[in-house]
């Protein structure tokens, strides 16, 4: 558990580890050079179970790294300082990982509290987490545990990545290790007014996303062109403002996954429904009239052929090309 300037969540965050169910682990704490009055509560504790570390302020991913360094358990299990664990969270990731001795990495899903409520829902199966990889992190990193194997083979997270250092992470792990995420909600993730962070955040966090998915493509040996990887940005970062140009070259980077992603990385079926999915949603949000053609040519190239889904998702692109011309006709008025 990292921790940097959090002492007002930290305590509620701490005695939900502590009162767990499964009582048999060490809770590392990093604290990170905080400055409110996180050092205090840390010290409050007389829990033998608790181990108290420090930082110099190096960021998250040094933070990361000290903790996993020093942790003596054969699982090692994540958390942040602001969230709140099932009772259970952490007997139900041991008793998975114990029961299924080729998963190496698992993680749970989630219930958002405080400013924002809700859930989310993150892909169950080692194939599904490994294709959901290509647009984001197929896992909520406070939720995940993983064996000291992974670590022991030279893991460890990249300390240049100051934002998305948790997705760079899956980019080399995941392809290495089969995964897994459980259906059971097994966290509470807290939602804060500093999580609205302004555009220049998003940008930067964007940026390193975007490193972080360069570092999958690269260890997977697939080199794309300047355009398609321009493509790729923008279907990941759901920038859908997309050109008659974009969407050939959305087209030509979906191609390339389907032809070049080494077959033990995951199934074509499976890579297929995904790129599908996000080709659909992007070309829906821009499709015209005169880009109608290269949306249904490049779905079908991508589908294979005709069958009832692509069928339906062609009359919606349909649909959307001609409420797309007519928003553009009034606007203009």
Sequence with gaps: MPTWNAAAFLQEAIDSVLSQSLSDFELICVDD??????????????????R???????????????????????????????????PKRLAAQVRFLNENPDIAVCGTQVELFGTEQGSLIMPLESEAIR????????????????????IDQGYLYNVSFELAQDYEFWARVVPQFKSANLPRVLLKMRRRAAHSWGSDYRQRQQGFAQLARKALFNGLGVELTPEQ??????????????????????????KRVLNDFPFEYASRESLREVLMARLYWAFSEAVTPGTLKI???????????????????????????????????QSNQ
């Design 131 to 150: 294709t959901a990889l290509i647009f984001g992190t197929p896992f909520i990193h406070p939720t995940v545990m993983f064996r000291r194997s992974v």
């Design 52 to 86: 108290v570390l420090t930082n110099s302020g190096q960021g998250m991913a040094a933070a990361l790294n000290t903790g996993l360094k020093e942790a003596r358990g054969a699982l090692i299990a994540r958390m942040d300082a602001d969230d709140i664990a099932h």
């Design 33 to 50: 050079h905080s400055s409110d009055q996180t050092a205090d509560c840390l010290a409050s504790y007389s829990d033998s179970r608790l």
């Design 229 to 254: 990887n321009d493509a790729y940005k923008k279907l990941a970062a759901q920038n859908f403002r997309l050109s008659k140009d974009d969407f050939q070259a959305c087209v030509s980077w979906a």
């Design 295 to 329: 949306a249904l040519n490049g779905l079908k190239d991508i589908n294979g052929g005709w069958d009832r889904k692509f069928y339906l998702r062609s009359l919606g692109l349909a649909k959307n090309a001609a409420r797309n011309a007519l928003r553009r006709a």
